[in-house]
């Protein structure tokens, strides 16, 4: 069983000037002169934690994590008040490729979970001449089907008792409308209360749900209130807005991207991003490798999926 690599130091970091006021917290690791390889967190709004550096090979791997806009270490910070207006999946095509040329990269390995999935094939649709492999984990199509799965019932199937904590901040004649919608107007309360505690019910709903077993200090992570309120602001103003994509979009465009060699990892009881989305993308792609994990659900620290992901880059890391 594969593992995650012994924690490292980032060797060089800085903030990245990407306009309209927006600076992007980037760092690299690894080894200077390896293969590039560019993380992308989750959410959108989630941030990059120490650990995202150790599913590559510091030894083969120049490693680079980045803060998407708005969250994390990059600037001005969602939580303090800061405009979404300029935060969209253009803006981020546009920071990567800011980024890209900032640190002197031809071509990158593109590594994304989750909301990063998403992000990393809209990228790769928009610059596949940049992308030398796809490993990607829990699969987010950004349809409308799998909001409304995850956001307005259907998963409170499965977790009845979280979902009564996510509806709780919800005026109870409203607990049948588009769940979206309503927590975006709670999200910008001016009562600043309202606000805090919805962000909060928002973020651990996404907290408790997304490993096979419990993980208490995720779910305290996620109810931490500045971090809540930049997860759920920048998530539901991604969500209200369709992701910034045409219905369909990444499935109806994979075409595109069909020649470059991917890896799909995917928990089987993965409650937030369902199978049947990783299915449907490795079925319109064949070339693509697809591993179910039957004991795993979202997190991409659970065991089954850690080791797919290592096994993933650990297979690209001599691939030019």
Known sequence: MRTLYPPIRPYDTGMLDVGAGQSVYWEVSGNPDGK???????????GTAPFHRQFFDPAVYRIVLFDQRGCGQS????????????????????????LREHLGIERWQVFGGSWGSTLALAYTQRHPDRVTELVLRGIFLLRRKEIDWYYNGAAGYVYPDQWEKFLAPVPEAERDSDLVRVYHRLLHSPDEQVA????????????????????????????EPRFALAFARIENHYFVNAGFLDEGQLLRDIGTIAHI?????????????PATSAWELHRAWPGSVLHIVDDAGHAA???GITHHLVEATDGFAKVS
Not at 75 to 94: C, F, K, V, Y
Not at 263 to 271: A, E, L, N
């Open 36 to 46: 590039p390889a560019v993380f992308l967190h989750g959410g959108p709004g989630g």
């Open 301 to 303: 620290n659970e065991p």
């Open 261 to 273: 060699p991917a890896v799909i990892v995917q928990g089987r009881h993965d409650i937030v991003c």
């Open 196 to 223: 805090r505690d919805a962000a909060v019910a928002w973020s651990t709903w996404e907290g408790a749900t997304s490993s096979l077993l419990p993980q208490p200090d995720r779910v305290e992570e996620t109810a």
């Open 75 to 98: 600037t001005p910070h969602i939580a303090d008040g800061a405009s979404l207006e300029t935060n969209t999946t253009q803006h981020l095509i546009s920071d990567m490729e800011a």
